[in-house]
């Protein structure tokens, strides 16, 4: 990642913007799983990919159109 990853900041905006009830037991469950997935994340922005070679998938049409 070229940013660091700020989990607290991260935590609280989401809260926020997601505005769903949280309870405070539950914090450090759902930190633990921001920071496995911002772990994930870094893995596949390390990953050397030519931009120019990505096949993009196609776009679903319910009816077949």
């Known amino acids: 990642m070229s940013n660091p990853f700020d989990l607290d900041a991260y935590y609280e905006l989401m809260k926020t913007l997601v505005d769903i009830p949280i309870q405070a037991e539950w ?13 994930m994340a870094a893995i596949i922005e390390a990953a050397p990919v030519d931009p120019n070679s990505l096949e993009l998938a196609s776009v679903f049409h319910p009816g077949g159109a």
């Not at 914090?27 to 772990?39: F, G, R, Y």
């Open 27 to 39: 914090e450090a469950v759902i930190k633990m799983h921001l920071a496995t997935a911002a772990k």
